[in-house]
């Protein structure tokens, strides 16, 4: 698909400026779309319905300021590139712009629509940026938020049981082997918690780095979904999770990766199905050399406004406090199911759920290069 056109705003009181502008642009940028700006309420309409990506405006207008400009369209749109491009301003009215956000001040001639063209360019490549750099900086803001809850939570509760006991022992108490049972199990568990989220920041930082390496190996995968299927069946009352598919699939793969692989995903199916009910997972081989893992649960599904970016890092797909997790673990498979030269989708069946596939292949891809990981 063809990307939509420029959208831009040209700000001049002479109709030739304004067409040596946009022949100018279009030349170098191609189609634009150029809405012509010659009166305050045309310009007070257009800033208000944005959807623009750039403005160029003279300063010595007739009816404002190409500084009132600046001012008004960076306070609605603080991302949009603004360039004046004139020739009845001063050193002082160029400070006097950039202070309130202008890229670039280019005086107006023929001979410096070039250097307007140039400054253009550049001011949408640094607009662009920008939004990716506040996107990233919002991002690493709400993984910190939401990473500090998610260690917190079994931290706080492995201090409560062990002041617990602390304390009964220093009364001279005794624990009953049943509490103690319970006691250890709960600290066992929140422990295993821990050491996954951690487990899960690191798996980040090797991914990052190439310093992952595979461990590749013949191994059974309706075996391995069964063992991960079982394990996770012990965590949930609310939910059957039901395996299917043929005696035996055999695949070369590393089998602890893959099993990361599906624990995640069916954990993810048993999170966000809170009202409990069947998970399946099948094992297949849709077409010779290659062999696909499925999990479908039955659950109110993702949102379609989340499913973009779902295999990103930090992606929360529910958006729900009380489910949300480090948003990693999506991510994290997808990049695993990639170094074995498979792909992980997700879709939305008609009558409801989700539905995710893991696709691998049976051998391993022709003149595939470990990657090396320092053991942290």
């Not at 306070?75 to 050193?91: D, H, I, L, Q, S």
């Not at 023929?110 to 919002?138: E, G, W």
């Not at 059974?220 to 394990?231: C, K």
């Amino acid at each position: 698909m063809a990307a939509s056109p420029l959208r831009v705003l040209l700000v001049d009181d002479n109709p030739d400026d304004r067409a040596l502008v946009r022949r100018a642009l279009e030349r170098d940028l191609g189609a634009i779309q150029a809405e012509e700006i010659v009166d305050r309420a045309a310009f007070e309409r257009a800033n208000e319905a944005g959807g623009f990506d750039l403005v160029v405006t003279d300063y010595q207008l007739l009816w404002w300021t190409g500084l009132d400009v600046v001012r008004a369209a960076k306070e609605r749109w603080p991302y949009c590139p603004v360039v004046m491009f004139t020739a009845t301003g001063n050193e002082e009215v160029a400070v006097a712009a950039m202070k309130s956000g202008l890229d670039d001040y280019v005086l107006k001639s023929t001979s410096r629509l070039p250097r307007l063209v140039a400054s253009v360019r550049l001011a949408l490549q640094n607009a662009q940026r920008q939004r990716d750099l506040d996107a990233a900086v919002r991002a690493r803001d709400e993984f910190l938020s939401i990473a500090a809850h998610e260690l917190k939570t079994p931290i706080t509760s492995l201090r409560g049981y062990a002041q617990m006991a602390l304390r009964r022992l220093r009364r001279g108490e005794t624990l009953d082997s049943a509490r103690l049972d319970r006691v250890l199990h709960t600290i066992d568990q929140q422990s295993e918690r821990l050491a996954r989220l951690v487990e899960r920041l690191l798996d980040v930082g090797r991914l990052e780095t190439g310093r992952l390496r595979l461990e590749p190996a013949p191994a059974d995968l309706v075996a391995l979904a069964r063992r991960v299927a079982e394990l996770v069946q012990q965590t949930t009352t609310r939910h059957t999770i039901a395996v299917t598919g043929p005696p035996q699939l055999e695949a070369h793969v590393d089998a602890l990766r893959i099993e990361q692989v599906v624990t995640n995903v069916i954990d993810n199916a048993v999170k966000f199905d809170q009202d409990g009910g069947l998970i399946e997972v099948d094992v297949a081989s849709p077409e010779p050399g290659w062999a696909e893992l499925t999990v479908r649960d039955h659950g109110p599904g993702i949102p379609p406004e989340r499913r973009t970016g779902l295999f990103e890092r930090f992606h929360q797909a529910h958006g729900d406090a009380h489910l949300s997790g480090l948003g990693l673990g999506l991510y994290v498979s997808r990049q695993l199911v990639d170094l074995h030269g498979g792909a992980i989708t997700l879709d939305a069946p008609p009558d409801g759920g989700t539905r995710v596939r893991v696709r691998l292949p049976v051998h391993p891809p022709t003149g595939a290069v470990r990657r090396t990981v320092s053991q942290d």
